[in-house]
């Protein structure tokens, strides 16, 4: 399987300024995720990102405040730009890979980035 | 459109007794159904899965599922809960149209001595 790394593991940062936020994937994948996950709730696909293409992005998100970067099949980045308080979240990176001899997608998933806001 | 629901917030058990975290799914064709465990500061990790085939679905650390088509229900079990259970638990579904997965709001799970 996957094996997902992100870089930082956590931050504090001022309100205003960005963060981007690295995902490394040790074998090649076509489909990346980023996720967010506010405090005590569930996790929000914030976009897709595909290698060659644009990042597809869900209701409530827009590329000016989460621009998303995906020069290879191993590495994406996120950022999160113009911090407010709000933005405070773990924000997780996830990849679908097919396993060898399984006949469907499997999902895995970073260890996350703790993000405070101040 | 898909969706996931789990009703409980949290679940206390003492270890050593059964237990089980609720998941009922609402999908427009057939169900992929995840369950993910989230221990702290940690990332989510893969539990286990039904795709197809038999309805109780066997996973890591002892876990098993129960799908049920008739009460569109995916339920996490285990015989014997230990300390070591307790975790943040997500119920997911997947949109194999969309390349989406759709996860619940979570259930944390106590198990104490």
């Known amino acids: 399987s996957a094996v997902i790394s992100q870089k930082p593991s956590r931050d504090i940062c001022q309100r205003g300024t960005s963060l981007t936020i690295q995902c490394q994937v040790d074998?090649?994948?076509?489909?990346m995720f980023w996720y967010r996950q506010q405090p005590g709730q569930s996790l929000t696909l914030i976009a897709t990102?595909?290698?060659?293409?644009?990042?597809?992005?869900e209701s409530g998100f827009v590329i000016d405040k989460f621009p998303i970067s995906r020069p290879n099949l191993t590495f994406s980045t996120l950022t999160v730009s113009n911090m407010s308080p709000e933005d405070s979240s773990i924000y997780l990176c996830?990849?679908?890979?097919?396993?060898?001899?399984?006949?469907?997608?499997?999902?895995?998933f970073g260890p996350g980035t703790r993000l405070t806001v101040l | 459109a898909q969706s996931v629901a789990q009703p409980e917030d949290q679940v206390n058990v003492a270890e050593g007794n059964p237990l089980t975290v609720k998941c009922t799914y609402s999908v427009s064709g057939n169900p992929y159904l995840f369950w993910y465990v989230q221990y702290p500061n940690r990332g989510l990790q893969f539990l286990l899965k039904y795709i197809t085939g038999d309805n109780l679905v066997k996973g890591s650390y002892g876990f098993e599922a129960e799908f049920n088509k008739s009460q569109t229900s995916f339920h996490l079990k285990k015989p014997s809960a230990l300390v070591s259970d307790s975790a943040l638990y997500f119920c997911?579904?997947?949109?194999?149209?969309?390349?989406?997965?759709?996860f619940g709001s979570g259930t944390k799970l106590n198990v104490k001595p």
């Open positions: 996830s990849v679908e890979e097919r396993l060898a001899g399984g006949p469907y997608n499997e999902q895995f």
């Open positions: 074998s090649q994948v076509t489909m």
């Open positions: 990102a595909n290698q060659g293409s644009e990042a597809t992005y």
């Open positions: 997911a579904v997947r949109d194999d149209n969309f390349n989406k997965f759709y």
